[in-house]
């Protein structure tokens, strides 16, 4: 049995697909004997690209891989490809899309870039990548697979569509097989309803399905009925759908990717010289919280919500045998949320091994510093905690059960251990208001030297989320989003089946206060980089140091007790009156108050939420060389000086925001 396996564009090119890799693995596994080629043809695509127009940079690829992901563009240029129609609906995608299009105005774009330089690229590309899929599909079809397999999620289907046709037509024997996150639900049973080409689908957990559809493609009487999740056509050529598993995978079946393809195709690829490589793995699968709370705007998890792991030790033996053959240290963990369970086993062998790995790994955003200190010294350097917003009100709506305090805490708590922090601001969410982010946006010059989000955007409705199942949430008419009418000629019903993105009427917030909050954020991004503001102690009490641009002091030192013990309480979020209430015991009369008015509005020092508040001053992790830096002002502190006062270093002529550190 020969097979091949094809990742296309626009799948990332940044690590291999671990669908394919568990597929090979597993079909080895299953069939000792099976001859197993995995294609790239998304760093295929990368030299294929570069060889003709060399201006081609890794932002333009990242643009049509994730930047466009909701609006389509990326399905869009090879629409051509699939219908061998080099003009395919061009006139309507610069209706929708062109310079002049309300698109290019609105929200509806999220990240998407449509200057003219943009535009020319997209209608170049979709004029000229049928000469790259046909290059694909007569390399797959000249090692003579008998079953030709693609994984789609995002905008790879519409590639890998237009690659499968032409292998059909190269060599109509060929068996074609398409699975992934694309072919979930109706997803998958649309795909194979409306194009003869693709000859199977795979719904759910492909681990599951895999191994009996090959044992019946080469049986002498197939049993195709009794495949979970599979869709097929019977004798008469009509489309059957097979009920999906309800028993999910078990985290002992999981196999370990197979990557040697990936590993070695890109180190001839253009890519290296976009980007280093990192790794796939999983360690887990489901949503322990989803499970009982599914997040009201969360598509992820089609198959199954069902939260399971990996033993800590098989997961470790996998990280390390993974890591080792390949030589790459830096690993994407792909789960969904992090198992808590992990902290108390599988990070602290990791810490002990001292492998000197760089994970990324998904988690609760309600973790507090010495649980994000354990993931740290387990090799984690990046954390996508799901913040989602700041505010406690939209956070209570998405059913996140975090409050926007908590949420500014595992940002000010990560920057001080070093961990990056992946995140987005989401809006338009049903029942929110104008205020809800106006009393946040204006707290943002606070939390400058804190990780800001990557993007920020208007809440995108998702197949299989509770606002796509349930309409009375908020969302009651949907339509299949523009894109799917401009990427294939189907019918509304087909569309509307086939779609993963759906348009809505919005919800929440207008286009103002969207503006504003971009912004907002936009500023953010820009002051980052030389923005700071850190604690350390000393014998002398507190020192603060700050060169956010926004607040013009540089250094402040906490000295009197009341000082010292309020910042510690506000460590964690607090009320006014526990404050006035814990200080009453230990101080007796003392104006909390007023200490509390001057670190709000004067220095900078807190955010506020829900009646909460919480400091925003990450800990100094260099304490010694800042000590050096500031000793001269420190030592010609005013004695007896108001609580709070701010205190630049003596001699110092600088304005907060020229202080490097």
């Not at 595992?410 to 990056?420: K, P, W």
């Not at 993105?501 to 954020?521: C, P, S, V, Y």
């Amino acid at each position: 049995m020969r097979i091949t396996l094809v990742n296309v564009p626009w799948s990332p090119i940044g690590f291999p697909s671990v669908a394919l890799g568990l597929l090979k693995s597993l079909t080895l596994k299953e069939f000792p004997d099976a001859e197993v080629d995995v294609v790239y043809g998304n760093l295929d695509f990368v030299d294929w690209i570069t060889s003709r127009r060399p201006d081609f940079t890794y932002e333009d690829y990242r643009y049509y891989d994730l930047e466009s992901c909701y609006i389509g563009t990326g399905d869009w240029v090879f629409s051509s490809a699939l219908y061998h129609d080099p003009k395919w609906k061009v006139p309507e995608f610069l209706e929708q899309f062109g310079p002049q299009s309300e698109s290019v105005h609105g929200q509806e774009l999220a990240h998407g870039n449509t200057e003219e330089s943009r535009i020319r690229t997209t209608l170049w590309l979709h004029e000229h990548v049928e000469e790259f899929t046909d290059e694909l599909a007569r390399r797959i079809v000249a090692g003579k697979p008998e079953i030709v397999g693609f994984t789609t999620t995002f905008q790879t289907l519409t590639a890998s569509m237009a690659v499968a046709r032409r292998v059909k037509e190269l060599a109509p024997g060929t068996v074609t097989v398409f699975g992934g996150a694309n072919c979930e639900g109706s997803m998958g049973e649309a795909l194979h309803r409306n194009f003869d080409f693709v000859d199977y689908v795979v719904r759910g957990e492909g681990e599951l399905a895999w191994p009996g559809l090959l044992r019946s493609l080469v049986a002498d009487e197939p049993a195709f009925e009794t495949v979970p999740g599979l869709c097929w056509r019977d004798p008469g050529g009509t489309s059957v759908n097979n009920p999906v598993s309800t028993k999910p995978l078990p985290p002992a079946a999981m196999v370990l990717p197979h990557y040697d393809e990936y590993v070695e195709q890109f180190g001839k690829s253009h890519a290296r010289f976009w980007l280093e490589p990192r790794l796939v793995l999983e360690s887990s699968r489901g949503c322990w919280w989803g499970e009982k709370h599914h997040c009201t705007f969360c598509g992820l998890n089609g198959a199954s919500m069902m939260f399971r792991s990996k033993r800590p030790e098989q997961f470790f033996d996998d990280l390390v045998s993974l890591t080792r053959r390949h030589r790459i240290l830096d690993v994407m963990i792909v789960d969904n949320i992090l198992d808590m369970s992990y902290l108390d086993s599988l990070l602290p062998r990791l810490a002990e091994a001292d492998l000197d790995l760089r994970l990324m790994y998904e988690m609760k955003a309600n973790m507090r510093y010495e649980q994000l200190e354990v993931i740290a010294k387990g090799g984690v350097v990046c954390v996508q905690p799901g913040i989602e917003s700041l505010n406690s009100k939209v956070l209570k709506l998405m059913d996140k059960g975090v409050s926007g305090c908590l949420n500014v805490r595992v940002l000010r708590d990560a920057e001080s251990l070093g961990l990056t922090v992946a995140w987005a601001y989401l809006y338009g969410f049903p029942g929110e208001t104008d205020e809800d982010y106006e009393k946040i946006i204006e707290q943002f010059p606070k939390l400058h030297h804190l990780e800001p989000a990557g993007g920020d955007d208007r809440l995108a409705v998702q197949r299989f989320a509770p606002y796509f199942e349930n309409p009375s949430l908020g969302f009651e008419e949907r339509w299949a989003a523009p894109q799917y009418g401009l990427t294939y000629d189907l019918p509304e019903k087909e569309l509307f089946d086939i779609a993963y993105i759906f348009k809505a009427t919005h919800q929440g917030i207008g286009n103002d206060m969207a503006w504003k909050l971009r912004a907002g954020m936009d500023a953010w991004r820009d002051a980052h980089w030389h923005s700071q503001l850190s604690w350390f102690e000393t014998d002398e009490g507190i020192t603060l140091t700050n060169t956010r641009p926004g607040f013009d002091w540089e250094v402040v030192q906490l000295t009197s007790e009341l000082e010292i013990e309020l910042f510690r309480m506000l460590d964690q979020p607090r009320t006014l009156a526990y404050l006035e209430r814990e200080c009453a015991k230990r101080f007796g009369q003392a104006d909390v108050a007023a200490v509390v008015d001057r670190w709000l509005n004067e220095l900078g020092l807190l955010f506020t939420d829900d009646g909460r508040m919480i400091h925003v001053v990450t800990r100094d992790r260099n304490q010694r060389l800042m000590q050096i830096r500031v000793g001269q002002g420190l030592a010609a502190l005013p004695v007896g000086r108001p609580v709070g006062e701010p205190v630049r270093p003596a001699g110092s002529e600088k304005s907060a925001d020229s202080v490097a550190v």
